[in-house]
């Protein structure tokens, strides 16, 4: 016997379809909501991590500073005390400058020249003097170009006095100082280092220079056992 089913199942079907489509909708949300949240927690992990980061690297960026602010300051300190060491080192070379230059100027004035005042400015020396004649200003002049310690010699003035004094020309004259090369530097101790083994070619190889001296002295005090005898024949004689 065939059975009829004659209750409305459809829209019991309907129904429940709905439900499962509500079920399967909200399990979406829910699983939407829960992947954004841990998405949202993920991504506030990272910030976190990132804005740690950022405050260790500051930090670092911070003392980077300090150090760079002192290495600025040891080089401030290291090109001043370079400056210095330039300082110390032109002076120490130029120590003895002044005292060849004196030496050179008592030996290149001539002896019909006065200088009555000197005043140096870096490299360059102005002179001013009187004279006997304009001659002597000129040969001063030459004496100053053939000096190893002074070079160009510039006559800025001369001016004839007309007075009754031996020196009536007054003169003023720039002067290039400049350094003796190393060869011509050395050129006087070559020579005295040379003159000195003439002396020495007296004294014998045997013996050293300290004995070699005593021979030297001996024959000094020798003439006064000779001059007994020329006395006593004179004495002789005039008896005689």
Same mark, same amino acid.
């Given at each position: 016997m065939a059975h009829v089913n004659l209750l409305p199942w459809r829209a019991e079907r309907?129904?429940?379809?709905?439900r499962e489509f509500y079920g399967q909708l909200g399990?979406?949300?829910?699983a939407g909501l829960g992947f954004v949240l841990l998405w949202a927690i993920w991504m506030s992990a990272r910030i976190d991590n990132q804005n740690d980061r950022n405050a260790i690297l500051q930090g670092e960026? %911070?003392?980077?500073?300090? %150090?760079?602010?002192?290495?600025k300051?040891?080089?401030? =300190?290291?090109?001043?005390?370079?400056?210095?060491?330039q300082i110390i080192e032109q002076l120490q070379s130029d120590r003895s400058k002044m005292v060849h230059l004196f030496d050179e100027l008592v030996k290149t004035?001539?002896?019909?020249?006065?200088?009555?005042a000197l005043k140096q400015a870096g490299d360059?020396?102005?002179?001013?003097?009187?004279?006997?004649?304009?001659a002597s200003v000129a040969e001063y002049m030459r004496n100053i170009e053939v000096s190893q310690w002074m070079g160009h010699v510039d006559l800025r003035s001369t001016i004839n006095n007309h007075d009754a004094s031996r020196m009536p020309y007054g003169f003023g004259v720039s002067v290039k100082l400049s350094k003796p090369k190393p060869d011509e530097a050395g050129a006087p101790a070559e020579a005295g280092s040379a003159a000195a083994p003439a002396h020495a070619g007296s004294i014998p190889d045997s013996l050293p220079p300290a004995h070699a =001296?005593?021979?030297?002295? %001996?024959?000094a005090a020798a003439p006064a056992p000779e001059n007994k005898p020329a006395t006593a024949? =004179? %004495?002789?004689?005039?008896?005689a």
């Open positions: 309907r129904k429940l379809r709905e399990g979406a949300f829910v960026i %911070k003392q980077l500073d300090v %150090k760079i602010d002192k290495i300051e040891l080089d401030k =300190v290291r090109d001043h005390l370079l400056a210095r060491k004035i001539p002896s019909s020249v006065r200088l009555t360059t020396m102005s002179l001013d003097g009187v004279a006997q004649s304009n =001296v005593a021979p030297a002295v %001996k024959p024949a =004179v %004495k002789g004689g005039a008896k």
